[in-house]
């Protein structure tokens, strides 16, 4: 199946998605867009912020992802980077979190939008992989900031 490449305006910045990939020939918009924040004890963590917000620490995808839910509608992941990665260096640990809706088929609707990403200006940091739940990929913004795109699973 052929996924049609995401597109983006050119006279908004940051960049809003006009143009959707389809999952299964269904047409789809990103969801929403959060922040991730890697950290080694993710509960306790997530338990801070949440306190700190006054908002609620909520379990996420797995075990080692968490989700504290902000008031107006904002929402911070904080998770577990995998163990098969090397853990983050200080100062790429908070990123902007690009949310695809969730597909069958997550590498693949993650590759068709990173084109125009590319063509942004982003660069690929760590290219598209999946994981437990669905795929992802890093990226470098045109200033070098960290930006991570995931595309969960169904």
């Keep these: 199946m052929h996924l049609p490449r995401m597109r983006f305006k050119d006279?908004?910045?940051p960049y809003v998605v006009s143009q959707t990939i389809s999952c299964q020939f269904i047409s789809m918009k990103p969801t929403s867009i959060t922040w991730v924040l890697a950290a080694h004890e993710p509960e306790s963590l997530a338990r801070f912020y949440a306190r700190a917000f006054g908002a609620i620490a909520e379990p996420?995808?797995?075990p080692q992802h968490w989700r504290v839910t902000l008031v107006d509608g904002g929402c911070l992941e904080i998770y577990r980077p995998s163990r098969s990665r090397p853990f983050p260096v200080r100062g790429r640990t908070l990123a902007p979190c690009l949310k695809l809706p969730a597909c069958e088929h997550p590498l693949e609707?993650?590759?068709?939008?990173?084109?125009?990403?590319?063509a942004s200006g982003a660069r690929v940091?760590?290219?598209p992989r999946l994981e437990s739940f669905g795929a992802e990929a890093w990226l470098e913004d045109p200033e070098e900031n960290p930006l991570l795109v995931v595309a969960p699973s169904v």
Excluded: E, K, M
């Design 11 to 13: 006279s908004i910045v």
């Design 109 to 118: 609707q993650l590759g068709a939008c990173l084109p125009d990403l590319i």
């Design 60 to 62: 996420g995808f797995s």
């Design 125 to 127: 940091h760590q290219p």
